[in-house]
């Protein structure tokens, strides 16, 4: 975490259960050489007191937008000039709402209306709260207007629920505010990445088809952390339940042929290609006009293979850097390896795949395999997997 090193951090913090995790989210900046400023909500003073922070940061910390006691009682605007990057957690639903509209009726949601620094959020809320419509308009809204949001992550609430609501853990976040403030300086920045992500759907009538249990994930936070580097991103993503991420060009396809097409037509304007889509390799020979009716026949169909798409680009262009994933339920490394030399890859991605992992969860683990080198990256969250990934690829290019 080298990149935290005297920088000026500002975590503000609005009022939710979740505020607990950020006195541990303050060490580990601190820890790290960050200079940190918090600044609470009067609500998020009734979960944790200012004192806890004060003594964790080891500087005042700010409550009050009226404060006489602020240089030339302009608090807010000094707070906002001083801060290189503020980290709002936990987010609760009200605070993303008043800082979707502008509103700032308070310290914390002034300095966010008057900073030019990055401003990130860790949401943390009740799970039907985070569903809620409003919640979901608000929240695109901010990663439109570049806001970047970390979270939340899913699983047991402090309500009792299970769900998407739980803000991310001290350390991800610690870990996710180092790679954005080093990210800037890879050697991806300015590329044009094109990124495949998502399973693919072959048609077998039309309310039926084959896929698979891919959600996208990985390859989201890939397109996610490479627009964080500088890069120019391109996704080209099969049906999934995901929200292109902020100032990414996303296309959106439905059967293995759409996106071989459309792969083959956009590497053209590509540096770098990575292949993390979850392409079906078959797809039915003949597709019905009508609904296939019941009937206690068998009903056979027959497959045919679709192309593949990470073959094709790599061969097709030979100077693009193309970056392969591996999904394998066994003998990972030696699967990995020999697909890295069938597709004439410069690096793939080995994750474990079955029994729990992979598929559908947020968390993997990766075996990154190039031309001479290696590097295991273990369990982590897809968005920190992803970060890695992008250094990692950054280095190696860098390196060549
Ligand atoms: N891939 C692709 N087009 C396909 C199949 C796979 O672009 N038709 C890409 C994937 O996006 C991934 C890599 O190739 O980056 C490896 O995919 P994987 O499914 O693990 O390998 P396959 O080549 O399909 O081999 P197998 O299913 O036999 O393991």
């Given amino acids: 975490m080298a990149h935290i090193k005297n920088k000026q951090i500002l975590i503000g913090i609005s009022g939710g259960i979740a505020a607990y995790k950020s006195v541990e989210l303050v060490r580990i900046l601190v820890r790290n050489g960050a200079r940190v400023k ?15 922070l004060q003594a964790v940061s080891g ?45 700032a009726d308070d310290l914390l949601s002034s300095i966010c209306l008057a900073t030019a620094a990055p401003v990130h959020l860790a949401p943390a809320m009740n799970r039907l709260m985070w569903a809620n419509q409003a919640t979901q308009a608000n929240y695109k809204l901010l990663q439109t207007r570049g806001f970047v949001i970390h979270g939340p992550a899913e699983g047991e609430q402090a309500c009792g629920e299970t769900g998407a609501g739980r803000m991310l853990e001290a350390q991800q976040l610690a870990d996710l505010l180092a790679a954005s403030l080093a990210e800037k300086n890879t050697a991806i920045a300015g590329k044009t990445v094109l990124i495949t992500a998502g399973p693919t759907r072959e048609a077998i009538d039309p309310v039926r088809f084959i896929s698979n249990r891919s959600s996208g994930k990985m390859g989201y936070a890939v397109a996610k952390a490479a627009k964080a580097a ?26 293995a042929k759409e996106m071989h097409q459309k792969a083959l037509q956009l590497a053209r304007q590509a540096d770098i290609f990575i292949a993390t889509a979850a392409v079906s390799d078959y797809s039915p020979a003949h597709v019905y006009e009508q609904k296939i009716k019941k009937s206690t026949d068998t009903l056979t169909l027959q497959l045919h293979y679709n192309p593949d798409i990470l073959f094709d680009v790599s061969h097709a262009y030979p100077d693009l850097f193309c970056v392969g994933f591996a999904a394998e339920t066994q003998d990972l490394l030696k699967h990995a390896e020999a697909k890295l030399q069938r597709k004439k890859l410069d690096m793939i991605v080995a994750n474990p795949v079955g029994k729990n992992k992979g598929f559908e969860k947020d968390t993997n683990q990766l075996e990154i ?32």
């Fill in 230 to 255: 500088g890069a120019e991103v391109i996704l080209l993503s099969g049906p999934v339940a995901l929200e292109s991420p902020a100032g990414v060009k996303r296309y959106l396809v439905e059967s």
């Fill in 369 to 400: 395999l190039w031309q001479g080198g290696h590097l295991s990256l273990p369990e982590n969250t897809k968005e920190k997997l992803a970060i890695d990934l992008i250094q990692t690829i950054s280095r190696v290019l860098y390196s060549e």
């Fill in 59 to 103: 500087n005042r910390v700010h409550t009050e937008l009226l404060d006489p006691d602020a240089e030339a009682a302009m608090g807010h605007i000094e707070l906002a000039r001083w801060a290189d990057l503020i980290l709002l957690a936990p987010a609760t639903a009200n605070f993303m709402a008043k800082l979707a509209h502008g509103i």
């Fill in 38 to 52: 918090v600044c609470m909500t009067r609500s998020a003073c009734e979960f944790i007191t200012p004192l806890t």
